[in-house]
Structures are given as structure tokens and as C-alpha cells.
């Protein structure tokens, strides 16, 4: 298996459930939620309207910020797509970077990019 194969992932989507703030059993933060993306689109030379909502996690310090929002706020988020478990084939969002499209309006304004090790 290649290491270097695309597996990138970006949407603007709201925060519509956050589930609450877990650690694995070595102590890493988890924080799961679920993100709606609803825009127009072209396709076929037509505008479409689309709407889709997915599953999303994030780790470490990611996941302390993730748990401080509040479902509505909007944020562009990107990540990898990996299979939810070795039973389940559902797609889940692997988040890397939060930016919360809101600004201060809420009172709330963050952007974090996890960086990779390697």
C-alpha cells in the first residue's frame, strides 16, 4: 500500500451534532460530529442543488476545539476519508484543519491545521 495516494477532502459545511468530548483508552482527546453541506452546483452544464451530510472526527487538539462549538456554527474543514471501523465501510471525514467561518459575530473564532509528522 502507497502512502502517497490523493485522499483529500474539503467542504464548508454547519456543525449539526456534537457529540460529546471522549478520550481513547491511551488518553487522546475524540470529538465526533456531523456536518451539513448544502450549496448549488453544476452539473451537465445545469445548476444543481445539493445537499449532503456526513460524518466527521477529529483527534487531539483538534477535538478540544472541535468540543467548543456549538451546532449551526459553519466552518470550512478538511481532512481524509477512511472507513468508520473494519465492520462498517461508511465514510467518516478524518479532520486536520478547522477554520469557523463565523468570526466574532458568536464569539468565536478559531483556525487549526494539524501538522503531520513525518
Known amino acids: ?18 457529540q460529546p468530548l471522549r478520550h481513547t483508552p491511551a488518553g487522546v482527546p475524540v470529538a ?11 452539473e451537465a452544464g445545469a445548476p444543481r442543488d445539493v445537499m449532503v ?10 477535538a478540544a476545539m ?3 462549538a456549538r451546532p449551526g456554527m459553519t466552518m470550512r474543514a478538511s481532512g481524509f ?15 486536520n484543519e478547522i477554520e469557523f467561518l463565523e468570526g466574532t459575530k458568536n464569539g468565536f ?9 513525518g
Open 32 to 42: 465526533a460530529c456531523t456536518l451539513r453541506h448544502e450549496s448549488r452546483q453544476v
Open 66 to 68: 472541535l468540543a467548543a
Open 1 to 18: 500500500m502507497s502512502d502517497s495516494g490523493a485522499n483529500r477532502f474539503c467542504v464548508e459545511a454547519t456543525l449539526v451534532e456534537l
Open 109 to 117: 473564532q478559531a483556525q487549526v491545521q494539524v501538522q503531520e509528522k
Open 53 to 62: 451530510e456526513l460524518q466527521a472526527v477529529a483527534l487531539g487538539e483538534l
Open 81 to 95: 476519508m477512511a472507513a468508520k471501523s473494519l465492520r462498517s465501510r461508511i465514510p467518516v471525514l478524518h479532520l
